[in-house]
């Protein structure tokens, strides 16, 4: 298993070019493994992906750089017909491309809709689709990855051990430290023309959210608690700027000052 860790994980994968690539070039189009992405929500799963579709048309690896995401309601119909139906045609709009089944770990998980038997197979269906375009080594079939939460997916790559040879490759998307929360909260409040108070840096900040939130509600969110820091922020300047404006005064629209995110951090982040 491999691990795509720190801030910048969606740049890492031209580092991790030896393990994406196969070991030698053929005469035809190169083929390159299919994958499992494991991680928590907001680790950088899908971005990465995204990135690697890019990264690898430019390799001449896929034959477009297109993304396709999908969950299991993508997939899954009423019926077999209509699972297989559904299967294929995503298979077929992301012909050339990748293939991003996110939580794919709900494929091998029973209907719980009434009326459906306890045996129900939909998510297999979908399964076997997937691999028998596989197996038949088309060269316009998609590059998969299926993604999804760690525990979830070793289970079910466990219960289904016909992935294995298939998706040889794991990639494990570690969660964000509070430092690298704060980074990206850094980096996303300039790029929105923010500036920040001289004494709020990434230190002050991972400190704050270390000592005000808990391990397990950080890894639910992670890079996601750096975009919620700056939401709430923006209200909190909202808020500086009309009591301002009521006492006659003039306050900068641009900056935010330390009081702004300790507000928002021991307020919202619970």
């Known amino acids: 298993m491999i691990q795509v860790r720190g801030l910048r994980r969606t740049t890492e994968i031209s580092d991790l070019?030896?393990?994406l690539l196969p070991s030698e070039y053929p005469d035809e189009r190169p083929r390159a493994s299919h994958m499992v992405f494991?991680?928590?929500?907001?680790v950088g799963k899908t971005t990465v992906a995204r990135l690697l579709a890019k990264i690898y048309h430019e390799l001449g690896i896929i034959r477009k750089p297109?993304?396709?995401?999908?969950e299991r309601m993508d997939m899954v119909g009423r019926s077999q017909s209509a699972t297989i139906a559904k299967t294929r045609d995503?298979?077929?709009e992301a012909k050339g491309g990748i293939l991003f089944i996110d939580e794919a770990f709900t494929l091998g998980l029973s209907s719980k809709k009434p009326g459906k038997s306890s045996n129900d197979r939909s998510g297999q269906d979908a399964?076997?689709?997937i691999l028998e375009g596989i197996d038949k080594h088309l060269d316009d079939f998609p590059l998969v990855v299926m993604a999804g939460f760690q525990m979830e997916m070793q289970q079910f790559l466990s219960n289904h051990s016909e992935l294995k040879s298939r998706f040889p490759l794991t990639f494990e998307f570690p969660d964000y430290t509070c430092v690298e929360i704060a980074k990206i909260f850094s980096d996303l409040a300039y790029a929105k023309g923010f500036d920040l108070e001289e004494d709020i840096t990434v230190e002050v900040i991972g400190s704050l959210l270390q000592e005000e939130t808990t391990e397990e509600w950080r890894s639910e969110r992670n890079g996601r608690?750096?975009?919620m820091l700056l939401a709430g922020s923006r209200g909190e300047v909202r808020k500086r700027?009309?009591?301002?404006?009521?006492?006659g005064e003039e306050i900068d629209p641009h900056i935010i000052v330390m009081e702004d995110v300790e507000n928002v951090v021991r307020g919202d982040f619970k």
């Open 127 to 129: 399964i076997a689709e």
């Open 17 to 19: 070019r030896e393990s």
């Open 225 to 227: 608690v750096g975009e």
């Open 90 to 92: 995503v298979i077929d």
């Open 241 to 247: 700027m009309r009591a301002a404006a009521f006492e």
């Open 38 to 42: 494991i991680g928590n929500p907001g």
């Open 66 to 70: 297109k993304f396709v995401e999908v």
